[in-house]
């Protein structure tokens, strides 16, 4: 019932993604029907096998990229847009031939369905991922492809269908879905990185020539350069990388040329040719108008996931008198439950939260609920990985316990078949060492 | 002889009981100039509105060009008059608050694009380039129906209906609105339906059909006419 619920935004993206390539190719939608659906098994099964065979986060790696990938072609179509509706039409006359056969609408579809596919089975993982899921799942998909392209027919007869509009809303759609999946999720780590480039930028340009009393540097200017180091201008950096090809799709649309008119005598006759390209111009809008809602949609979903965390409170712990620190493994808590569970150890008036995690490996793993970049708000765990609640990058159950980045800082430990065992100073020290330095920094840095 | 621009042949128009139009068959040639008279409520009204799609027929046929109007659903029918038909009524029905140069861009607008430097090229066809930026009230009744007659062919329609269009002009005006009409089609080579109640207006025309009661009674060349 829940993935019911979790499959809607999926089948959603599915849904749109054949109806805009059925308006995209109006002569072609059983090529459409067929490339789609056989591109959304070969995708769903090939995700499946790679989840199965392949180790950690590597399958779902190559799906972000397939993504991105998307993101970056929809950078250039869009541009390409812009630049065509300037300048002199330039001839792309391969582009357009090939848009207008069998093979082209094939192939478009036949990607699409692939991602859409692959994306799709993310949401599955491992005894979910079974040969009747996928029989449903495809059957599901080729009857709703179907039915769509059946309907689009009759309705929203006002909508045009152009290549850069269709790339625009075939990633919009791609992003729609992947956005719903916490391990597909692009928006987030590009956030992250837009904040890393800010402040990377910052540093290393302000730094070099940072002079105490500098002419411009003075602490007045300081105060506004904090800006690039907060969370805001990675949020607002990747809103602007993702809206800004929609907003080029409908630059490129108003900027067209209307057609020559003043060569028609009559009035009458010349107004309505005009009227008529206005027209065109206006139904040409609505795709990235709409592309845009559903890229905001995609942005909604990822900034406030439908994903319900596990987010243990502390248990306090105390040390024996050794300075031993023992978690049972059987008792009040299963430990092997492949969750965190989070504790909280004070001594002497000072205090380090920790987590105990089973990973499915086996391999067991004591982590601060902290790392070493960010404020300790703690992780949460979802869907294969546990989630650090200040900037919200994912790291992967297998990789915790590493150290490093955005990772929770590694306590040492020993597990006994009874249960595990922490020494309580090092706990405090490392603590001490690694997250109050942190906030330390962040207290009195400008 | 050149080819029908409306055929019709059985027409009729019934509001409940009374029958404002029995079976009719006309044919109006293309760019023919046709006078209707009649008594008050012999069906002219009736007529000329559903020859312009105004109004739709309650049984027979009716052609008009090449469109079968009573097969035409509504949005057929509103790009059939935007199209096809252009009509001056008795009342001006002009819009009170806009002036005369608006009042003309208004029906370029829907019909297409206003376009105001056109709007002012038909006025002054009219005889009204010094009048432009007057409002309906500003102007006689004579330069009123001059503002219809420039809004009326502004989209170059193929046919041009009026109902009385000189019904409360004096005598002065009334020539000078027909002599109008006739340089007009003479450039423009629109088809004209006139109803009046005016013996001297109906010989202006080719032809003259006379309707009483909803049936054409009678029907005559005009020697006048046809110069
Ligand atoms: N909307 C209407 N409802 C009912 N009867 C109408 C309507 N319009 C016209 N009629 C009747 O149809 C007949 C013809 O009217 P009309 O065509 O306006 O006459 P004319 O223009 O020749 O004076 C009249 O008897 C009139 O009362
Ligand atoms: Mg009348």
Redesign the interface.
């Known amino acids: 019932m829940a993935l019911a619920y979790k499959l809607i935004p999926l089948f959603l993206a599915w849904a749109g993604a054949v109806m805009v390539l059925g308006r995209g190719f109006p002569g072609r939608r059983p090529m459409v029907a067929v490339a789609g659906s056989a591109g959304y098994a070969g995708g769903l099964a090939a995700t499946f096998l790679l989840v199965r065979f392949l180790p950690g986060d590597l399958p779902f790696g190559i799906i972000k990229d397939a993504v991105g990938a998307g993101i970056i072609l929809m950078w250039g179509v869009s541009v390409a847009a812009v630049y065509r509706s300037t300048g002199r039409d330039v001839p792309l006359p391969w582009g357009e031939r090939f848009a207008h056969t069998r093979l082209g609408a094939g192939i478009c579809a036949l990607a699409t369905g692939i991602l859409v596919g692959a994306i799709c089975a993310c949401r599955f993982t491992g005894a979910d991922a079974s040969v009747p899921v996928f029989l449903l799942l495809v059957l599901a998909a080729v009857v709703l492809a179907c039915a769509v392209l059946a309907a689009e027919r009759f309705f929203f007869s006002s909508l045009t269908m152009y290549p850069s509009g269709m790339t625009v809303a075939l990633v919009a759609f791609l992003l729609l879905s992947s956005s719903s999946i916490l391990r597909l999720d692009l928006f987030s780590p590009l956030t992250m990185k837009v904040m890393k480039f800010a402040h990377d930028f910052v540093h290393q340009f302000f730094e070099s020539m940072l002079i105490p009393d500098h002419f411009f540097f003075n602490s007045f200017t300081w105060d506004f350069i904090g800006f690039f180091f907060g969370k805001q201008v990675g949020f607002w950096g990747a809103l602007i990388i993702w809206f800004v090809p929609v907003l080029l799709v409908a630059l490129a649309v108003n900027l067209v040329r209307l057609p020559a008119v003043a060569h028609i005598r009559?009035?009458?006759?010349?107004?309505?040719m005009?009227?008529?390209a206005?027209r065109e111009r206006r139904s040409r809008l609505v795709v990235p108008a709409l592309a845009a809602v559903i890229f905001a949609a995609a942005v909604y979903q990822s900034r406030f996931p439908s994903v319900e965390y596990w987010d243990p409170k502390p248990v306090s712990v105390t040390a024996s008198p050794s300075g031993e620190i023992f978690i049972p493994k059987k008792g009040e808590i299963d430990l092997e439950d492949e969750k965190l569970h989070k504790y909280l150890f004070k001594q002497g008036g000072r205090e380090a939260r920790f987590f105990v995690l089973m990973a499915p490996s086996g391999q067991w793993t004591v982590d601060l609920d902290a790392c070493a970049i960010c404020k300790p708000d703690g992780y949460g765990q979802a869907e294969g990985a546990v989630l650090c609640y200040y900037c919200r990058t994912l790291i992967p159950l297998d990789t915790v316990g590493k150290p490093g980045g955005c990772n929770p800082v590694p306590v040492p430990f020993t597990a006994k078949d009874d249960g595990i065992h922490i020494d309580g100073l090092t706990l405090i020290n490392r603590w001490g060492e690694t997250v109050q330095a942190t906030t330390r920094i962040k207290e009195t840095g400008k | 002889m050149a080819a029908n621009i409306i055929e019709t042949s059985g027409l009729t128009r019934s509001y409940g009981d009374i029958c404002a139009l029995k079976p009719l068959d006309l044919r109006v040639a293309e760019g023919e100039w046709l006078s209707v008279m009649g008594h008050s409520g012999s069906g002219k009204s009736t007529l000329l509105n559903i020859m312009g799609g105004l109004d739709r027929p309650s049984g027979g046929s009716l052609r008009v060009g090449e469109e079968d109007l009573l097969a035409l659903t509504e949005d057929g029918l509103a790009r059939f008059r935007r199209d096809y038909v252009g009509i001056i009524f008795q009342q001006h029905h002009l819009v009170p608050y806009l002036s005369a140069v608006e009042n003309v861009m208004l029906a370029q607008y829907f019909h297409s694009v206003p376009d105001e430097a056109e709007a002012r090229s038909a006025l002054e066809r009219v005889g009204l380039g010094h009048r432009l930026k007057n409002r309906p009230g500003e102007l006689s009744g004579g330069e009123q129906q001059r503002v219809c007659i420039a809004r009326a062919i502004i989209n170059s329609p193929k046919l041009l209906l009026g109902d009385e269009p000189t019904g409360n002009l004096d005598h002065k005006s009334t020539l000078m609105i027909m002599e109008l009409l006739r340089e007009l089609r003479a450039e423009e080579r629109f088809t004209v339906i006139m109803v009046t109640h005016n013996q001297e207006v109906a010989t202006w025309g080719d032809r003259t059909i006379y309707l009483d009661d909803g049936v054409l009674v009678r029907e005559e060349r005009n020697e006048q006419g046809e110069s």
Do not use: T, V
């Not at chain 1, 009035?267 to 309505?272: H, P």
């Open positions: 009559q009035g009458a006759q010349r107004r309505k005009l009227a008529a206005i």
